[in-house]
T-cell receptor, first 114, second 110 residues
């Protein structure tokens, strides 16, 4: 597709379960970002992949969160032993090289932890 | 530290002009972005400023003053469909992740 694709669009799970969120970036985009958006809050940076460089994990809130990007394309964000405070919309964005290149966002995954 | 400030909510009348302000304090500066986000949808890119001055794009314009750490988004000839949240975001350097403000929820009324 032409845009960033995320799946699932909605996920409801019980506290303590693991979840995997998927992001398929725009073809050819070298940079991929994960953000989290909670109600009434701004977008919170989680993790950033740029080409073949080691990812910037400085935004991950705890060691229960991890992400990988295979083949420089699709990325998976994994949350282990989910907690209620993990409930949020998880947004993925991608961009091409260049300082002035905007990030293009997917529609997000709305995660609800019961 | 990183800090982006913008008003939480604004209301304006259809057909009018509205200005949404954003002030920022960041460790570096390599561009300021404005995004529009309708409820339940993804943020969509509106504008980019890296040099001082005004960038105009149809009904939307964005202004930047780097010395003041200040930007505004100007929306002209407001339409009901412009009701959305407007997000101000700053990039520190390179192609790094954006630092976002909490967004300004704009309501356009008849």
């Amino acid at each position: 597709g032409a845009g960033v694709s995320q799946s699932p669009s909605n996920k409801v799970t019980e506290k303590g379960k693991d979840v995997e969120l998927r992001c398929d970036p725009i073809s050819g985009h070298t940079a991929l970002y994960w953000y989290r958006q909670s109600l009434g809050q701004g977008l919170e940076f989680l993790i950033y992949f740029q080409g073949n460089s080691a990812p910037d994990k400085s935004g991950l809130p705890s060691d229960r969160f991890s992400a990988e990007r295979t083949g420089g394309s699709v990325s998976t964000l994994t949350i282990q032993r989910t907690q209620q405070e993990d409930s949020a919309v998880y947004l993925c964005a991608s961009s091409s090289d260049g300082d002035n290149q905007p990030q293009h966002f997917g529609d997000g995954t709305r995660l609800s932890i019961l | 530290g990183q800090n982006i400030d913008q008003p939480t909510e604004m209301t304006a009348t259809e057909g009018a002009i509205v200005q949404i302000n954003c002030t920022y304090q960041t460790s570096g500066f390599n561009g300021l972005f404005w995004y529009q986000q309708h409820a339940g949808e993804a943020p969509t890119f509106l504008s980019y400023n890296v040099l001082d001055g005004l960038e105009e794009k149809g009904r939307f314009s964005s202004f930047l003053s780097r010395s003041k750490g200040y930007s505004y988004l100007l929306l002209k000839e407001l339409q009901m469909k412009d009701s959305a949240s407007y997000l101000c975001a700053v990039r520190d350097y390179g192609n790094t992740p954006l630092v976002f403000g909490k967004g300004t929820r704009l309501s356009v009324i008849a």
